[in-house]
T-cell receptor, first 109, second 116 residues
Framework: KQEVTQIPAALSVPEGENLVLNCSFT??????LQWFRQDPGKGLTSLLL?????REQTSGRLNASLDKSSGRSTLYIAASQPGDSATYLC????????FGKGTRLSVIA | GAGVSQSPSNKVTEKGKDVELRCDPI?????LYWYRQSLGQGLEFLIY????????KSGLPSDRFSAERTGGSVSTLTIQRTQQEDSAVYLC??????????????FGPGTRLLVL
């Protein structure tokens, strides 16, 4: 059974810092991996989707990498801003998506 | 354009009552998913629909849970004889298809269910 783990569970950083969120999964036979953002009381917003054949995806200040063989993905956020404060969820497409429990990020102004 | 919408946004019910949760996916999206997010837990897959294929019900926690999708669009998740442990946020998502980059799932705001 696929299991997805996200470390750390919570992170607090000062504004402007670059940071890395980690995601690991137990079964490397995945179709893709997605990173989502969830604001309190809201639904999820898709940030990046990496196909199993890809190594990374970039969108603005976000960069996500995928290493299937080691069962790991990282989400890199450059020059963090208070508006980046949210819970970030990693999900792997087995059939269907299997989610981690997320990393709660607080960016302090 | 309009995103995924869900109704009601909040629902409070008494133990033992039935509830119906509605999801309107993005127009043209053939795949529709239901998830549950309990306090302190991650998102838990419940069921998904893809086009006219039989739904994947493998995530439904008990036979009290059922879902249908009419006309390939709107979906209703029904919970019969609700229990307190059913209290959670129920999230619906849709995607254009199950292929490649069209698999990006777009989520609705969720229905917060509280069973007293």
């Amino acid at each position: 059974k696929q299991e997805v783990t996200q470390i750390p569970a919570a992170l607090s950083v000062p504004e402007g810092e670059n940071l890395v969120l980690n995601c690991s999964f137990t079964d490397s036979a995945i179709y893709n991996l997605q990173w989502f953002r969830q604001d309190p009381g809201k639904g999820l917003t898709s940030l990046l989707l990496i196909q199993s054949s890809q190594r990374e995806q970039t969108s603005g200040r976000l960069n996500a990498s995928l290493d299937k063989s080691s069962g790991r993905s990282t989400l890199y956020i450059a020059a963090s801003q208070p508006g980046d404060s949210a819970t970030y969820l990693c999900a792997v497409k087995d059939t269907p998506l299997v989610f981690g429990k997320g990393t709660r990020l607080s960016v302090i102004a | 354009g309009a995103g995924v919408s869900q109704s009601p946004s909040n629902k409070v019910t008494e133990k033992g009552k039935d509830v119906e949760l509605r999801c309107d996916p993005i127009s043209g999206h053939t795949a529709l998913y239901w998830y549950r997010q309990s306090l302190g837990q991650g998102l838990e897959f419940l069921i998904y629909f893809q086009g006219n294929s039989a739904p994947d019900k493998s995530g439904l926690p008990s036979d009290r849970f059922s879902a249908e999708r009419t006309g390939g669009s709107v979906s209703t998740l029904t919970i019969q004889r609700t229990q307190q442990e059913d209290s959670a946020v129920y999230l619906c998502a849709s995607s254009l298809s199950l292929a490649g980059n069209q698999e990006t799932q777009y989520f609705g705001p969720g229905t917060r269910l509280l069973v007293l």
